[in-house]
């Protein structure tokens, strides 16, 4: 064990690109994903078609496969990004179309009584949106974000696979070096609480939307 806790300042040091990166993805993956959502439920064609076409290619690959492309892939047309850069896009543009998905199923719950209702009210579209819509619609699709949340955690290990100095990374690095498999429960210690903190933050959020019902 005294292994361990030599090794768990590198680890911890890995674990700031893990959050950074996790923190980073739901700030962009979230509104894009709700955005996404209204158009999949729009009247334009064209738009509808395109977005469920982005929507079928990123959930129909995986996301290892699109990092790869994103990093190796993209600087063969030009388009460069450094690793963390190539990372977070490849998460957003990943997660975004879950999201998409699940808010769209949101969406789709609401009676259009409501809407009919917020024009009674003299609402205009953005107040209905806002006021109406997506505080019932965060209510309903909460626990299915809340599991892409938790896989979130999870697929950050996939940057490893960029070079990218996250736990994962540093967990094989420190295994390499001590010849033990230790730094590597260290990695999952860290995993297993970074799960645990985000759990207990929803089910929070939860009973805190609990008067929407």
């Known amino acids: 064990m005294k292994e361990l806790v030599t090794v768990f300042p590198q680890l911890m040091i890995g674990a700031q690109t893990t959050v950074k990166l996790f923190v980073l993805t739901l700030i962009g993956s979230i509104p894009l994903g709700i955005l996404l959502a209204f158009v999949l439920r729009s009247r334009f064609k064209l738009v509808k078609a395109i977005v469920q076409v982005y929507v079928w290619l990123m959930r129909g690959t995986p996301l290892l496969l699109q990092l790869i492309f994103v990093f190796y892939g993209l600087p063969l047309i030009g388009i460069v990004f450094d690793r963390f850069e190539a990372a977070l896009l490849a998460f957003i543009l990943n997660y975004a179309a879950y999201f998409a998905e699940i808010f769209r199923g949101g969406i789709q719950s609401i009676p259009f009584g409501q809407y009919e209702a917020a024009k009674v009210l003299r609402l205009n579209k953005q107040q209905t949106i806002f006021r109406i819509i997506l505080p019932q619609v ?16 999870k697929d950050t290990s996939l940057v490893y696979i960029l070079g990218l100095s ?17 730094p590597l429960l260290g990695v999952g210690l860290i995993y297993l609480a970074m799960t645990a903190i985000f759990t207990w933050l929803l089910n929070r959020i939860e009973k805190r939307l609990d008067y929407y019902r």
Not at 138 to 153: A, D, F, Q
Not at 166 to 182: F, N, P, T, W, Y
Request: charge should be positive; aromatic fraction near 0%.
């Open 138 to 153: 965060t209510k309903i699709t909460l626990p299915s974000v809340g599991n892409e949340v938790i896989n979130l955690v």
């Open 166 to 182: 996250d736990v994962m990374r540093m967990g094989k690095i420190a295994m390499e070096r001590q010849a033990s498999l230790l």
